[in-house]
């Protein structure tokens, strides 16, 4: 046997050995169907099913009656359980995917999740297919004319016509519109922070950019936040029927360009529509603004990166650690360290600290940092399962300024295996860990000792029949005399603070509004509560007083 071929067979079954730790061949898949639609699903997720089902069934009448179209075959919809989650739609072949829980997208608000997930991916398929001018089985037309490869003189002629014409922002915003009229989803606090932002600069994404998805993420976020102000300026101001004329009218095989369907349908351009969209927005924000009053705000040290955020002063107070992409993209932050040295350079004061991309916390005492992640093979869960590395708490030591190399030296240890954590906080005392837990779409406050040995879920309360439900446990941080644990959590219905007392096993919340109350923060003494609110419209710092309860506003920005 030739040499080549001996090692080509030894890369093919390692390959195969490699692979196989992934192939989930014993996971266990179920299928039910409803008049419209038919759902795969984790069978885990069992429980989720009626409730799935029950939505989408009520969106299709909706829908129905909206775009005057009936699909024609059922929605095949798949149903997967990971630590990380998303949600898309495949227009062409009426699939739809949902994962089963939260994304925590940074630079949006936070919903119900399935009812804002249902919603928009399914209003993606019912607006595009609307939108088709043929089938699904043909996504666009090609002609062409190629001459023989041995002619002096060749000739290649090649175009390709699509069958969906539709922007980005228009199918986007259409999405989002519709799950604030039918899901979860609205106009939140994020999307008007970004818009403002960037109509105040100048910074309005143009009318070219918005057609399509392009950069990076924020580039896309800012495109999907423009579609859904664009498509509601265009619902209020010209009525929704609008919306869905477009969508018929881009399905006429004479309609190759979408700005001829906004002139057919408004009787104006796609830039006259830009232009009178532009300038409310610049009326709307210029007052709001200069309703604020005296602002008050901090000093920006991060030129870079779009994502930057979880501050923490290390222990000497010399340096503010926080996580920020950089120049890099979404999902790529890094644990930077901003150091107040005088004596260096302020464009040399932030460097990277360690390799950590999520929510962290520090210990003061000993210096040990503490965080979440999938890297380990200890989290990897068996191939019948479906080879999925999980969420863990690991600890470390935080970087020393002095510039020392040690191979064998290692500080960081893994103390969880397999759990599904999302957040962790040192108590005050170094040697417990507060913890957030993924069950399937449930969150769980839990307790672990930094060894690993000991884990008990506190809240809610796994005994109880009737427990409260919680879709998602965000940020964590226990109060310095280690007797409570403020945590950020998602309901049923929006973002709360609550108070975990680990003596006597309660729960309360706090500033209990309809507004997005997030992020808290023990001041060092244990008498105030720091956390991040919307309730004005804009986000902003509050102090909350635990012994008489009064509230503060301590920032004001715009």
């Given at each position: 046997?030739?040499?080549?071929?001996?090692?080509?067979?030894?890369?093919?079954?390692?390959?195969?050995?490699?692979?196989?730790?992934?192939?989930?061949?014993?996971?266990?898949?179920?299928?039910?169907?409803?008049?419209?639609?038919?759902?795969?699903?984790?069978?885990?997720?069992?429980?989720?099913?009626?409730?799935?089902?029950?939505?989408?069934?009520?969106?299709?009448?909706?829908?129905?009656?909206t775009y005057g179209l009936t699909l024609p075959n059922k929605t095949e919809v798949v149903i997967l359980d990971s630590d990380f989650s998303n949600g898309w739609a495949l227009s062409f072949t009426n699939t739809i995917t949902l994962w089963t829980h939260d994304t925590d997208f940074k630079l949006r608000g936070s919903h119900t999740w399935w009812d804002d997930v249902i919603t928009h991916e399914y209003a993606h398929i019912v607006s595009i297919w609307?939108?088709?001018?043929?089938?699904?089985?043909?996504?666009?037309?090609?002609?062409?004319?190629?001459?023989?490869?041995?002619?002096?003189?060749?000739?290649?002629?090649?175009?390709?016509?699509?069958?969906?014409?539709?922007?980005?922002?228009?199918?986007?915003?259409?999405?989002?519109?519709?799950?604030?009229?039918?899901?979860?989803?609205?106009?939140?606090?994020?999307?008007?922070?970004?818009?403002?932002?960037?109509?105040?600069?100048?910074?309005?994404?143009?009318?070219?950019?918005?057609?399509?998805?392009?950069?990076?993420?924020?580039?896309?976020?800012?495109?999907?936040?423009?579609?859904?102000?664009?498509?509601?300026?265009?619902?209020?101001?010209?009525?929704?029927?609008?919306?869905?004329?477009?969508?018929?009218?881009?399905?006429?095989?004479?309609?190759?360009?979408?700005?001829?369907?906004?002139?057919?349908?408004?009787?104006?351009?796609?830039?006259?529509?830009?232009?009178?969209?532009?300038?409310?927005?610049?009326?709307?924000?210029?007052?709001?603004?200069?309703?604020?009053?005296?602002?008050?705000?901090?000093?920006?040290?991060?030129?870079?990166?779009?994502?930057?955020?979880?501050?923490?002063?290390?222990?000497?107070?010399?340096?503010?650690?926080?996580?920020?992409?950089?120049?890099?993209?979404?999902?790529?932050?890094?644990?930077?360290?901003?150091?107040?040295?005088?004596?260096?350079?302020?464009?040399?004061?932030?460097?990277?600290?360690?390799?950590?991309?999520?929510?962290?916390?520090?210990?003061?005492?000993?210096?040990?940092?503490?965080?979440?992640?999938?890297?380990?093979?200890?989290?990897?869960?068996?191939?019948?399962?479906?080879?999925?590395?999980?969420?863990?708490?690991?600890?470390?030591?935080?970087?020393?300024?002095?510039?020392?190399?040690?191979?064998?030296?290692?500080?960081?240890?893994?103390?969880?295996?397999?759990?599904?954590?999302?957040?962790?906080?040192?108590?005050?005392?170094?040697?417990?860990?507060?913890?957030?837990?993924?069950?399937?779409?449930?969150?769980?406050?839990?307790?672990?000792?930094?060894?690993?040995?000991?884990?008990?879920?506190?809240?809610?309360?796994?005994?109880?029949?009737?427990?409260?439900?919680?879709?998602?446990?965000?940020?964590?941080?226990?109060?310095?005399?280690?007797?409570?644990?403020?945590?950020?959590?998602?309901?049923?219905?929006?973002?709360?603070?609550?108070?975990?007392?680990?003596?006597?096993?309660?729960?309360?919340?706090?500033?209990?509004?309809?507004?997005?109350?997030?992020?808290?923060?023990?001041?060092?003494?244990?008498?105030?509560?720091?956390?991040?609110?919307?309730?004005?419209?804009?986000?902003?710092?509050?102090?909350?007083?635990?012994?008489?309860?009064?509230?503060?506003?301590?920032?004001?920005?715009?």
């Amino acid at each position: 046997m030739k040499k080549q071929n001996i090692i080509l067979i030894i890369l093919i079954l390692a390959v195969q050995v490699y692979s196989s730790r992934f192939n989930g061949f014993g996971l266990k898949f179920r299928t039910v169907e409803s008049e419209h639609f038919k759902i795969t699903y984790h069978s885990n997720c069992e429980y989720l099913v009626n409730r799935v089902q029950q939505k989408f069934e009520q969106l299709y009448n909706i829908y129905k009656n909206t775009y005057g179209l009936t699909l024609p075959n059922k929605t095949e919809v798949v149903i997967l359980d990971s630590d990380f989650s998303n949600g898309w739609a495949l227009s062409f072949t009426n699939t739809i995917t949902l994962w089963t829980h939260d994304t925590d997208f940074k630079l949006r608000g936070s919903h119900t999740w399935w009812d804002d997930v249902i919603t928009h991916e399914y209003a993606h398929i019912v607006s595009i297919w609307t939108g088709m001018k043929l089938s699904n089985h043909t996504p666009d037309i090609r002609f062409g004319f190629f001459s023989h490869p041995n002619e002096n003189n060749r000739i290649e002629a090649f175009q390709s016509l699509s069958t969906e014409i539709l922007p980005f922002w228009f199918t986007e915003g259409i999405a989002q519109y519709e799950s604030s009229r039918h899901g979860s989803d609205f106009w939140d606090s994020h999307r008007d922070m970004i818009l403002r932002t960037l109509t105040l600069s100048g910074k309005l994404l143009t009318w070219d950019h918005m057609q399509v998805g392009a950069g990076k993420i924020d580039d896309y976020e800012k495109a999907y936040n423009s579609g859904f102000s664009l498509v509601t300026y265009i619902a209020d101001t010209y009525g929704y029927d609008k919306i869905t004329a477009m969508l018929r009218e881009s399905a006429k095989m004479h309609r190759l360009n979408f700005d001829r369907v906004i002139k057919e349908v408004l009787g104006i351009t796609g830039r006259e529509l830009y232009a009178e969209w532009k300038s409310s927005l610049e009326k709307k924000y210029k007052t709001q603004v200069a309703n604020l009053g005296t602002q008050v705000f901090g000093r920006k040290i991060n030129k870079d990166g779009f994502d930057n955020y979880w501050p923490m002063f290390s222990p000497d107070g010399k340096k503010i650690f926080f996580l920020s992409n950089g120049k890099q993209d979404y999902g790529m932050q890094t644990l930077y360290q901003y150091q107040f040295d005088d004596t260096i350079k302020e464009d040399k004061r932030i460097t990277p600290a360690m390799n950590i991309s999520d929510i962290y916390d520090i210990h003061p005492q000993s210096g040990r940092i503490c965080y979440q992640s999938a890297k380990s093979k200890k989290s990897q869960l068996p191939a019948r399962q479906g080879g999925a590395r999980m969420l863990d708490i690991f600890t470390d030591t935080l970087p020393s300024d002095k510039k020392s190399f040690n191979p064998f030296r290692k500080t960081e240890k893994q103390v969880t295996i397999k759990k599904g954590i999302f957040n962790s906080s040192f108590s005050p005392s170094g040697n417990m860990i507060a913890c957030s837990q993924r069950d399937v779409d449930r969150f769980y406050l839990a307790i672990t000792d930094t060894s690993g040995t000991y884990f008990n879920v506190v809240y809610p309360n796994l005994q109880d029949s009737v427990r409260p439900e919680i879709n998602y446990i965000y940020s964590i941080d226990w109060s310095p005399d280690g007797r409570h644990i403020a945590f950020s959590y998602m309901d049923q219905t929006d973002r709360k603070i609550g108070i975990y007392d680990t003596l006597n096993h309660t729960c309360q919340t706090i500033c209990d509004t309809k507004n997005d109350e997030r992020d808290p923060s023990y001041s060092p003494d244990g008498k105030h509560l720091y956390f991040s609110s919307d309730r004005t419209g804009i986000f902003n710092i509050y102090r909350y007083n635990i012994q008489d309860k009064s509230l503060e506003q301590v920032t004001n920005v715009s």
